[in-house]
Structures are given as C-alpha cells and as structure tokens.
C-alpha cells in the first residue's frame, strides 16, 4: 500500500536512500537516478525470485492492538518473522501463522536484520533498547531498528544518536 499512487516521491526516495546505503541495485526510472516505481515495488513485495533484498530475518516486538496486525502483515515476505511480546500468548498466536516466537528481545535481536517495535511510551522503548537484554546490545552491526510507537523527537533523536554509536540504524 505504500506505493499505490505514482506520486508518492517521499516513500521512493526513502527506498532509494536504503538502497543505496545497503548497496542493493535497482533499476533507475526512465531519465532519473532513483529507483523507478515498478522497482521500489519489487523490492518491497518481493516479486523479483527473492534477489534484491539481503533480509532474512525481522522481528517485531510489541504485539498489541496495533503491533500484532503489523507484525501479521510481514508474514507475507520473503524473510523468516520472528515476534515478542510480555505477553506470550500474543507471540505463540502468530507462531501458528507462521512466525518464530523469541523468548526475549536479545533472542529476537541476535537473529534478525530488520527489528520494528510498537510498544506504549518511549519508557517500554528504553526498556527494549538498553541494558543487558536491550537490542543495543543485542543486534548485528548494521541491524535496522524502526519505532512505531509515539515518542518525542528528543527521544528518537538520543536513541538514533546511541544506536549510530553501536553501528546499528534507527
């Protein structure tokens, strides 16, 4: 749904930045140096035999209201979708569709190359992020790691600052 209307600049040129800094290739539009839309559409939904994407695990930690749907959604990838919740029941329902239910954040975090999390507030966002079991210390050098929860910019902001330092992206 990301790329239903051909106008949608912003979501290809953010395709564009992740493709160049993660050195995927993908065709450039007639006449312009950015992907074109049928290529961003590839790569998004993996219709290409599954060889433009370098991802083959993500996660998704937070499996409420609106985490558990999203979390859903990525079954229908290429990639393996591993999930964790405080709660376990949330996370062994969708390993019934299909996804690897984690025992913790760092499980989660140590396998996978693309991790979104959609938990309350920006203190369940620290929480994940930092200490022993947090996904800084955690996750792969290069590890993507997208907020979808609500929280400040000075947030955001800090966090993208610690995860830069622990050579990972958010």
């Known amino acids: 749904n990301l790329l239903k209307d051909k106008t949608d ?5 953010y395709i564009a ?4 800094d993660t050195g995927i290739s993908l065709p450039p539009a007639r006449g312009n ?3 074109g839309l049928p290529a961003c559409r590839r790569w998004l939904h993996q219709e290409d035999n599954n060889t433009m994407s370098p991802v083959s695990d993500v ?10 749907p999203s979390a859903k959604r990525l ?9 964790y919740d405080v709660d ?6 969708l390993a019934k ?9 760092a499980e989660l975090a140590a396998r996978c190359q693309h991790i979104g999390i959609c938990v309350r507030d920006e203190t369940q966002v620290e929480a994940l992020l930092y200490g022993e079991q947090g996904l800084f210390n955690n996750a792969a050098a290069g590890t993507l790691i997208a907020i979808h929860s609500t929280v400040t910019f000075a947030a955001l902001n800090r966090w993208g600052n610690d995860a830069s330092r622990a050579d990972l992206q958010l």
């Not at 600049?9 to 040129?13: L, M, N, V, Y």
Request: net charge positive.
């Open 97 to 105: 569709l299909g996804a690897v239910s984690s025992a913790s954040p």
């Open 33 to 35: 140096s950015t992907p």
């Open 88 to 93: 376990e029941t949330a996370s062994l329902d």
């Open 59 to 68: 996660g998704y930690i937070g499996l409420g209201n609106i985490g558990k």
């Open 9 to 13: 600049k912003a979501a290809i040129d």
């Open 17 to 20: 930045r992740h493709v160049r």
């Open 75 to 83: 079954l229908h990838g290429s990639w393996q979708t591993h999930v």
